[in-house]
Nanobody
Framework: QIQLVESGGASVQPGGSLSLSCVASPSMSRNTRLAWFRQAPGEEREGVASISGLSGRTQYADSVKGRFTILQDNAKNTVYLQMTSLKPEDTDMYYC????????????????????WGQGTQVTVSS
């Protein structure tokens, strides 16, 4: 099994930037797909970004395209979410997720695709 720990959440001004980190232990494998989700109270958990360990292919929610970038560093067993041009609507608890199931047919931005989750890190965007 895998343990995920997020960090980097903070309070920032609109238009600002922030980078979140998620460390996987004991390690990530080439089969591991990683993703970031976010959720506010009373709202559905939203898939923000995903990256394939096999192909490097990325997917982004329409609401963050052009502003957020997902990156992974296999040597550090870490996945990052780089966020720019932050908006108040980006205020949420952000969660790291990992998939280590077999198969290849699934929605990479759906909660059901992932079987490991971190505890979350809070991002607040306000002036």
């Amino acid at each position: 099994q895998i343990q995920l720990v997020e960090s980097g959440g903070a309070s920032v001004q609109p238009g600002g930037s922030l980078s979140l980190s998620c460390v996987a232990s004991p390690s990530m494998s080439r089969n591991t797909r990683l993703a970031w989700f976010r959720q506010a109270p009373g709202e559905e958990r939203e898939g923000v970004a995903s990256i394939s360990g096999l192909s490097g292919r990325t997917q982004y929610a329409d609401s963050v395209k052009g502003r957020f970038t997902i990156l992974q560093d296999n040597a550090k067993n870490t996945v990052y979410l780089q966020m720019t041009s932050l908006k108040p609507e980006d205020t949420d608890m952000y969660y790291c997720a990992a998939r280590e199931f077999g198969g290849s047919s699934y929605d990479a931005l759906s909660q059901s695709a992932y079987n490991y989750w971190g505890q979350g890190t809070q991002v607040t965007v306000s002036s």
